[in-house]
């Protein structure tokens, strides 16, 4: 674990890899504020020829959502350079549980993973339209629910829970997906709780974990992503914030990885004795790049 | 671990104890509906000059509030034979903390908690008043927050989390409360999230347990029975439909036990070999005892 601080560091790092794959929260942005010399280290990457993809276990905008994002705080990102755990759950549904065309999804997050679902051609239901108040009566049950996902919601309420809850508790069948587990996510220069926090009740109340969780640290997207575009694992470079998510991913998946401190980990918790998951480099901000384009 | 079915069986157990404790949902009602007999039942213990309390972990209600509940479904009951997990926390942080009259408590939670808070003289905020939508935009410290409160709450909304997440990750010495660790409850013929379940997104963001769950299987409400009405524990029973609650609370409590299948709790898993919590009698529904007073 190396921290790079001189130009030379920085500058080797960057010849080494041919390929950046970027969390985004607490990487580029924390909500909507873009972190200093982000853009700059971003064009520095663009001119040597890098290829750049996001890595976002962000599942509440789709990624024609994200793109938005990207243009309003002006990086560039193609649709091809995006993925997320919402998009990851809506491909593993369709290419891997080969979810029936005459079952739907009952979703509790918010429209980025509707708007995946729907892309992919799978029916689904609640998301934005079960926010708000809502009487929490008798729940009957749909025998068209063969899945329940949740991602991070902050519409969350007693209704979804006891929506989400009676399907999968009437049949422990029906599919169980969480797209990211995340406890925390940086925002407004502290952290809130994240989509693995917002699903805990399900997995207490109904005393099971999910089928599956399709959001970093488990590599189906980087699995997407080296298949779709032929890339080499040892040239390529994990950045990100987490430890658990982006970090575990990136190690498990043999690339480099790189862990700023502009999001959830601090120096202290990357240092301490307890930390069992180690990035090869850490640097202060993604902006430190900038100063080589000086 | 004996089935009570014969008149001969239901009258020695009721002929063998003073005293009786009583959970209340899944036992004597869910929701607004008694189970059958149930009145008839009650009836039958009073006149036998039974003591009779109810140890509720509801905290959605205070004891006043609850003692109307009674009133309308007809069944007897004063103010003195009701105790709650809300009023156990609010005693808990009177008598046992001592909590500082310049401080407050944040709830999340229903009027039962507040309530019972302000009934102890102890200032609180939060509960029903963050219900419905808000913003959840950067959260301000408060000094004052001298603990956090969390209980079953139908209006649990991401705002609440966030608030909540706050105070006790801002400043960890700041107690955190459990009204009740119930991970559901039984309503509208089926179960549904509870206190224990609602409360983990706060435990799983934090990575901390609470500093005290005051419900069973906790021995607080217990102990302040014992101490008030000085009652001899054996023989005084425990009757409920939650093992991991209220029969653990009688066993641990060096009570007889007795588990009804009206609620949470069905025979099989009563009598599968998972199962370490043996209740020392069960029987289909509180209300066979009824058939002794004909």
Known sequence: MEKLTTS???????????????????????????????????????????????????????????????????????????????????????????????????????????????????????????AGAHDVDEIPDDPEVGAVVVGLDIHINYYKYCKAFTYLHNDPKRLFLLTNADSTFPTHGTIFPGAGSIATPLMTALERQPDAILGKPRLNMLESILAEHHLDPKKTCMIGDRLDTDIDFGNRGGLTTLCVLTGVTKENKLKSEDNTIKPTYYVDSFGDFASLSN
Not at 30 to 55: C, D, H, T, W, Y
Not at 105 to 129: H, K, N, P, S, W
């Open 8 to 130: 030379e560091q920085l500058n080797s790092f960057i010849d080494s890899h041919d390929t950046f794959l970027f969390d985004c929260d607490g990487v580029l942005w924390e909500g909507s504020n873009v972190f200093p010399n982000v853009r700059e280290a971003m064009q520095l990457l663009r001119s040597k020829g890098k290829k750049i993809f996001f890595v976002t276990n962000n599942s509440t905008k789709s990624r024609a959502a994200y793109l938005e994002k990207f243009k309003k705080v002006d990086i560039e990102a193609n649709l091809e350079e995006v993925f997320s755990s919402a998009n990851a759950t809506a491909a593993y549904l369709k290419y891997v549980v080969k979810f029936p065309a005459d079952k739907k999804v009952y979703v509790v997050g918010m429209a980025g993973i509707t708007q995946e679902l729907e892309a992919e051609g799978i029916r689904c239901f609640g998301g934005l339209d079960d």
